[in-house]
């Protein structure tokens, strides 16, 4: 009776080991395969790595409780444990979750990618590196900022780079006393001498306001995306040189006050 015991317990010593053995087998060729399919549907490396990884812990976690069960262990009370230290890691880790679901979000639905400037998050800078918990994005005086990625993710986000071109919106006011056509026709003449604005679609210069202190013209010329900040600076100082030289005033805000003297 004893050795039938010893016989049925090396058996099921030896088929927890085969369990065991052909399970971690067979989980390298369904990772290696899934690795494969991942990497032709063009997915990104690192959810990639990410989504493997948690794929072959799960999976080695069903071997280990399938070989253990052959032993005879009480698995029921195993998975339960397991399941109860799930939760209790997803409530402690809630934020990071959420960041995670929201990094696997950008990765997917890619509504930037690397080198575009974008304002997401309450910050505005070039991406760098968008991760699986946080983004990293760098700032045109040179810093760092890393942002976790539920904070993109679950507000506006302004692609700045998404198109080749860009509108440029300026306003320009001039005194009621100046020319106002003269004025018109110097904006014009700046904006056709810059090679950098492009004719299609054509600059607008119109008076968009007539403002308690001034006239105000709206110019709208369009450009390329990366020549947007220096046309924008160079607009302003020639906008003004001319209107010196061409003796137009841009008006600042007073006051008159007016003193009545009493007998």
């Known amino acids: ?49 990410f989504v493997l990884s948690i794929s072959r812990t799960v999976l080695l976690l069903f071997v280990i409780v399938a070989a253990l069960g052959k032993l005879g262990v009480d698995t029921t009370s195993f998975i339960a444990l397991i399941g109860a230290a799930g939760l209790a890691v997803g409530l402690a880790l809630q934020g990071s979750l959420q960041n995670f679901a929201a990094g696997v979000l950008l990765i997917i639905f890619r509504p930037f ?7 997401a998050g309450g910050v505005s800078g070039v991406v760098e590196q ?3 918990f946080t983004s990293t994005l760098r700032t045109g005086d040179n810093r760092e900022i890393i942002v976790p990625n539920g904070n993109i993710y679950h507000g506006n986000i302004t692609n700045n780079s998404a198109r080749s071109t860009r509108r440029i919106d300026m306003v320009f006011g001039i005194g009621y006393g100046d020319d ?5 026709q ?12 492009l004719p299609e679609p054509a600059p607008l210069v119109v008076v968009g306001e007539l403002a308690e202190c001034s006239v105000n013209f709206n ?3 369009w450009v390329n995306s990366g ?8 607009l302003n100082e020639k906008i003004k040189l001319a209107f010196d030289e061409n003796g137009i005033s841009i008006p600042f805000p007073q006051m008159d006050i007016h003193l ?3 007998e």
């Open 260 to 262: 009545n003297k009493s």
């Open 130 to 132: 968008i991760g699986i």
């Open 1 to 49: 009776m004893q050795g039938g015991l010893e016989q049925i317990c090396r058996v099921n010593i030896g088929l927890a080991l085969a369990i065991f053995i052909i399970g971690r087998m067979a989980i390298g060729f369904i990772i290696k395969l899934a690795h494969t399919m991942l990497d032709k549907a063009g997915t990104d490396p690192m959810l990639t790595r």
């Open 227 to 234: 020549d947007y900040w220096a046309v924008y600076f160079d």
């Open 219 to 221: 110019v709208r010329p």
């Open 180 to 184: 106002l056509k003269k004025a018109k």
């Open 186 to 197: 110097l904006i014009v003449d700046i904006l056709a001498a810059d090679e950098r604005i």
């Open 113 to 119: 990618k690397l080198g575009d400037f974008i304002e």
